[in-house]
């Protein structure tokens, strides 16, 4: 019994750095996972925006239509965040088409951050625009 408890002792120094450095891994590796999935929707965002714009552009009837339809399709697959579309512009050749992408990502530190006094939002947004000149001929 004597010598268990010897060896405890010795490991007692292990166990309070594990205490201390795990919460901190922890943390950080959540952010990590926050940000990671906040970049893989501005991403799909600008990727999704400057498509629609383009297949907008090309379109000899119903840009705008040809241009959200587009948008939406690339987005279908994406299970990261929530997308909203909107087209405007286009209808004569040489008009710029215009495609705003705004998205939406879960903050995971949101409830985290209410432990320690910080106001953080409920989840992040942002907006990726793309503008393409409408070809005509």
């Known amino acids: 019994m004597r010598r268990w408890i010897q060896r405890l002792g010795s490991r007692r120094a292990e166990l309070d750095e594990a205490a201390f450095a795990?919460?901190?891994?922890?943390?950080?590796?959540?952010?990590?996972?926050?940000?990671?999935?906040?970049?893989?929707?501005?991403?799909?965002?600008?990727?999704?925006?400057?498509?629609?714009?383009?297949?907008?552009?090309?379109?000899?009837?119903?840009?705008?239509?040809?241009?959200?339809?587009?948008?939406?399709?690339?987005?279908?697959?994406?299970?990261?965040?929530?997308?909203?579309?909107?087209?405007?512009?286009g209808g004569q050749p040489g008009s710029p088409i215009t495609v705003s992408v705004t998205y939406r990502v879960p903050n995971y530190f949101g409830g985290l951050g209410r432990l320690f006094g910080v106001s953080t939002p409920a989840e992040f947004q942002g907006r990726a625009n793309a503008i393409f000149r409408q070809e005509g001929w």
Do not use: D
């Not at 891994?25 to 959540?30: A, G, I, P």
């Not at 906040?38 to 840009?63: D, H, K, V, W």
């Not at 587009?70 to 579309?85: D, E, F, H, P």
């Open 22 to 89: 795990l919460p901190v891994l922890l943390l950080v590796s959540l952010g990590l996972v926050n940000l990671a999935l906040l970049g893989f929707a501005a991403i799909n965002a600008a990727n999704a925006a400057e498509y629609g714009a383009r297949m907008g552009s090309m379109a000899q009837t119903a840009p705008v239509s040809a241009a959200y339809a587009a948008a939406q399709n690339k987005l279908s697959a994406v299970r990261v965040g929530n997308y909203t579309v909107s087209v405007t512009g």
